[in-house]
T-cell receptor, first 112, second 113 residues
């Protein structure tokens, strides 16, 4: 499984864009990149997933360069409620893999 | 509507007394996972089932066992809980057919006294 490296923590203010970068140098050809959000005392929640280039949904964008050795989660105009831990996961859930392994995560703190 | 349900949300058990945590799903997913999450740490995978095939992580202590009697239910058995087993235990599911998202339950917070 590809090991991931993320910043331990980040601070931001309401209304700003936040970019969290994850390094995954050993990503395999069949691996996907998935980000989860976790609030205290809750289970992680899926945010976004991508394989290459750019993916956007209603809450975030995911940028993946051509070599796929890193990825950046972009949260536009964060609010206090975006304060959470964000996990980058690399792997696949099919083809006998079925592994979902979390890295250390990034604690995002949003202030007024 | 909750799709992955863990019961109970909070569980207190005595040191050394066997305890079972339960997880049910309404998604008909093939894969079910159990994670242990201690304070300020990332979730740590204990084991997972693909249908009835059990996959144990190499560093999961023997004290932790699991059962999956059918597609919908999965149980985590801690045979002799120690103080170090106090944690949040998370259950998750994935289809096993597509690389989409995994769904997590709210977790069970286990306290060992």
């Amino acid at each position: 499984l590809a090991k991931t490296t993320q910043p331990i923590s980040m601070d931001s203010y309401e209304g700003q864009e936040v970019n969290i970068t994850c390094s995954h140098n050993n990503i395999a050809t069949n691996d996907y990149i998935t980000w989860y959000q976790q609030f205290p005392s809750q289970g992680p929640r899926f945010i976004i997933q991508g394989y290459k280039t750019k993916v956007t949904n209603e809450v975030a964008s995911l940028f993946i360069p051509a070599d796929r050795k890193s990825s950046t989660l972009s949260l536009p105009r964060v609010s206090l409620s975006d304060t959470a831990v964000y996990y980058c996961l690399v792997g696949r859930l099919t083809g006998g893999g079925n592994k979902l392994t979390f890295g250390t995560g990034t604690q995002l703190k949003v202030e007024l | 509507d909750a799709m992955v349900i863990q019961n109970p949300r909070y569980q207190v058990t005595q040191f050394g007394k066997p305890v079972t945590l339960s997880c049910s799903q309404t998604l008909n997913h093939n894969v079910m996972y159990w994670y242990q999450q201690k304070s300020s740490q990332a979730p740590k995978l204990l084991f997972h089932y693909y249908d009835k095939d059990f996959n144990n992580e190499a560093d999961t202590p023997d004290n932790f066992q699991s059962r999956r009697p059918n597609t919908s239910f999965c149980f985590l058995d801690i045979r002799s809980p120690g103080l170090g087993d106090a944690a949040m235990y998370l259950c998750a599911t994935s289809s096993g057919q597509t690389n989409t998202e995994a769904f997590f339950g709210q977790g069970t917070r286990l306290t060992v006294v």
